[in-house]
């Protein structure tokens, strides 16, 4: 049996045994590399500093989910960019507390309590020179049900500019919600 979680732009399968099996929806590999390599310390920072703006600005694409949540997970596999992100890329914002999950472990939770979770989701950062670019957003994983699809969520690929040596908000250039 076969389960699929339609996620932020991008697909993630497990296997009746719950490995999953991740990856991009577009025209790459739809395979996830088995290991994701760390991400850089200069990537952990663009990560970091671009969900302390957005959340401070109130402006994460999350249709609502996070509401008024004070302790956040954010998902530490970035498929499609084949990276896990580090605990440098953590918010440190007054009031909340963040963490970071493996998609795994936020599965675990949603069977455990029989209900969604929901995650904040990065993937595909770039950086290039005082720009970058970088996909945000939340989605959920719902409790293991046979035959149950997730379509679901919203990602929106922001763009920064490095200011007096942080990374500040630009714009959103692409958003895919569901």
Do not use: H
Not at 59 to 77: A, H, K, Q, Y
């Amino acid at each position: 049996m076969t389960r699929m979680l339609f996620m932020l732009g991008f697909v993630a399968v497990t296997s009746a045994e719950g490995r999953p099996i991740t990856g991009a929806l577009n025209e790459q590999s739809l395979q996830q590399p088995t290991v994701l390599r760390p991400a850089s310390a200069e990537v952990d920072v663009l990560i970091r500093e671009a969900l302390e703006d957005r959340l401070a600005a109130r402006n994460l694409p999350d249709m609502g989910f996070l509401g008024t949540s004070t302790r956040v997970s954010i998902r530490e596999e970035m498929p499609s960019a084949g990276l896990r992100i580090g605990v440098k890329a953590v918010p440190q914002t007054l009031g909340s507390e963040f963490r970071l999950t493996s998609l795994s472990a936020l599965q675990s939770e949603a069977d455990r309590i029989s209900t969604a979770v929901y995650f904040i989701a990065v993937d595909s950062p770039v950086i290039t020179g005082e720009l970058a670019t970088v996909w945000l957003g939340v989605s959920m994983v719902l409790p293991d049900k046979p035959g149950v699809v997730m379509l679901c969520c919203c990602a929106a690929e922001g763009q920064f500019r490095r200011v007096d040596g942080r990374w500040t908000f630009g714009r959103w250039m692409r958003r895919t919600c569901s």
